[in-house]
């Protein structure tokens, strides 16, 4: 008796072949360990944050606000300039990280700048906000007289660092806010983001009375401002 030859399969389509190589992907992608340097809270909401919301109604109410609710201040990464990337090195990033504001006072004294910062924009300032260091923050601005306009490559002031902490601290942001120009709170990073857009969603409600209790400050120096053009 003839036995009948095995029926061989259908080869898969260009398309079902394609599917396969995109299941396989995502399967080896979801296996990959997060960095634990990696942020997993970085802003991805679409609606808008209610602190933005509130900040933007505080700026309506002036004349001021108004024209820079109109031309929002974009992102605009300057190179680092080499002054300030000769300074940043082991010792000042030490410093910060350990706190030890006497080693930077004597280091600006002998010279240094503390404007320092990397090739990526990132500043000793940033770095001071970002680790919710009041007393670093202090110092930096109101003693050594660092700029707090820096931008890092993707466009973050030292404002949006203050908002991305663990947890709010208000007084580092009260330092910056009377250091900034009023247009820097709803300055944009490269992706749109103002300050605010990195709080946590936890944290909104706080943040938003923050602000109505710096109603009349930030109100005063949007008065106090000149917005030319």
């Not at 808008?48 to 900040?55: F, G, N, S």
Request: net charge positive; charged share 25%; glycine share 4%.
């Amino acid at each position: 008796m003839i036995m009948p030859l095995p029926v061989a399969a259908p080869l898969p389509t260009t398309r079902e072949l394609a599917a396969r190589a995109i299941l396989s992907t995502s399967a080896l992608v979801s296996q990959v360990p997060v960095h634990p340097a990696v942020s997993v809270t970085q802003p991805q909401q679409k609606e808008e944050p209610l602190p933005v919301t509130q900040l933007k109604a505080i700026f309506a109410r002036s004349e001021t606000g108004q024209k820079i609710l109109q031309r929002p201040n974009r992102c605009m990464f300057s190179k680092p300039s080499p002054e300030a990337t000769d300074a940043y090195d082991l010792e000042v990033v030490k410093a910060i990280r350990n706190n030890e504001i006497e080693k930077l006072r004597a280091l600006q004294r002998n010279g240094k700048s503390l404007d320092a910062c990397n090739r990526f924009g990132e500043s000793l300032i940033h770095m001071a906000c970002r680790r919710s260091d009041l007393g670093m923050v202090k110092f930096l601005v109101e003693e050594a007289g660092v700029r707090v306009d820096v931008r890092d490559d993707f466009g973050r002031l030292p404002l949006h660092d203050a908002c991305w902490t663990t947890l709010p601290n208000f007084a580092v942001m009260d330092v910056l806010i009377k250091a900034s120009s009023p247009a820097l709170l709803l300055s944009e990073d490269v992706r749109g983001h103002t300050p605010y857009h990195y709080a946590r969603r936890e944290h909104w409600t706080d943040w938003v009375q923050f602000l109505n209790d710096r109603d009349q400050l930030i109100t005063q120096r949007l008065c106090a401002a000149k917005i030319l053009g």
